[in-house]
Nanobody, 120 residues
Framework: QVQLVESGGGLVQPGGSLRLSCAAS????????MAWFRQAPGKEREFVAT????????SYADSVKGRFTISRDNAKNTVYLQMNSLKPEDTAVYYC?????????????WGQGTQVTVSS
């Protein structure tokens, strides 16, 4: 069974940047699409971005389009989320998962996530 570990979160000022990482162990991610989700306090978990197994196709939520970039390094079994021009409303716990569905309910397993806080 694959285990996913998210990292790279932290406190950043509005307009700043962060790069999140999602490392997998136990099984390769090479042949799987990957997705990032986030959950803000008191809100449901929402889709952020997804990337195909090859990295050739990406898709984003409208709220992050043009500011966030999802990428992957299959040799390192790692997926990234580069977040630029961060806003306070981006504050959330960020999770990665294996798959391409935009619906959080379609995933059975979640890692611990990484906290991103955007505040001055």
């Amino acid at each position: 069974q694959v285990q996913l570990v998210e990292s790279g979160g932290g406190l950043v000022q509005p307009g700043g940047s962060l790069r999140l990482s999602c490392a997998a162990s136990g099984r390769t991610l090479f042949s799987y699409a990957m997705a990032w989700f986030r959950q803000a306090p008191g809100k449901e978990r929402e889709f952020v971005a997804t990337i195909s197994w090859s990295g050739g196709s990406t898709s984003y939520a409208d709220s992050v389009k043009g500011r966030f970039t999802i990428s992957r390094d299959n040799a390192k079994n790692t997926v990234y989320l580069q977040m630029n021009s961060l806003k306070p409303e981006d504050t959330a716990v960020y999770y990665c998962n294996r798959g391409s569905s935009r619906s959080a309910g379609n995933y059975d397993y979640w890692g611990q996530g990484t906290q991103v806080t955007v505040s001055s």
